[in-house]
C-alpha cells in the first residue's frame, strides 16, 4: 500500500521558518521524483518544487526561489521542504507528490501551512 506522510505543517509568524517532511512507503523511493505542490483557498494547484531522483536535478516556481529548499534522503525514503522568510501568500495547503518511471503518481493528504501574524 502506497503511503505518502505530510509533517511538519503549522503557523509561523511572517519572516519565519517551516520544515515540511513526507515519509513514503509501498514503493520505490529512490527511483521517484519527487514535488512538493500547494493549494490555496479559491486557487487551483501549483507545483512548489520538485527533485528528481537520481541527479537530484531540482526546481523552483519563482514564487519560492531563493527561499525555499527541497531536499530528499533515499536512505529514509523522505523528502523536505525547508521554507525560510515566510511570506502570508506562502498559507496553503501543501501537497507531497511522487512521480514513478512509469508515470503513475501519488499524493499525500496534505499538510497545512499558515503564515500570520
Not at 3 to 6: F, H, R, S, Y
Not at 9 to 20: A, I, K, M, R
Not at 40 to 44: H, L, V
Not at 73 to 86: E, R
Given at each position: 500500500q502506497v503511503?505518502?506522510?505530510?509533517s511538519g505543517?503549522?503557523?509561523?509568524?511572517?519572516?519565519?521558518?517551516?520544515?515540511?517532511s513526507c515519509a513514503a512507503s509501498g514503493f520505490t523511493f529512490s527511483s521517484a521524483a519527487m514535488s512538493w505542490y500547494r493549494q490555496?483557498?479559491?486557487?487551483?494547484r501549483e507545483l512548489v518544487?520538485?527533485?528528481s531522483s537520481t541527479t537530484m536535478l531540482t526546481n523552483y516556481a519563482d514564487s519560492v526561489k531563493g527561499r525555499f529548499?527541497?531536499?530528499r534522503?533515499?536512505?529514509?525514503?523522505?523528502?523536505?521542504?525547508?521554507?525560510?522568510?515566510?511570506?502570508p501568500e506562502d498559507t496553503a495547503m501543501y501537497y507531497c507528490?511522487?512521480?514513478?518511471?512509469?508515470?503513475?503518481?501519488?499524493?499525500?493528504?496534505?499538510?497545512?501551512?499558515t503564515v500570520s501574524s
Open positions: 503511503q505518502l506522510v505530510e505543517g503549522g503557523l509561523v509568524q511572517p519572516g519565519g521558518s517551516l520544515t515540511l490555496a483557498p479559491g486557487k487551483e518544487a520538485r527533485i529548499t527541497i531536499s534522503d533515499n536512505a529514509k525514503n523522505t523528502v523536505y521542504l525547508q521554507m525560510n522568510s515566510l511570506k507528490h511522487a512521480q514513478r518511471r512509469d508515470w503513475t503518481v501519488y499524493w499525500g493528504q496534505g499538510a497545512q501551512v
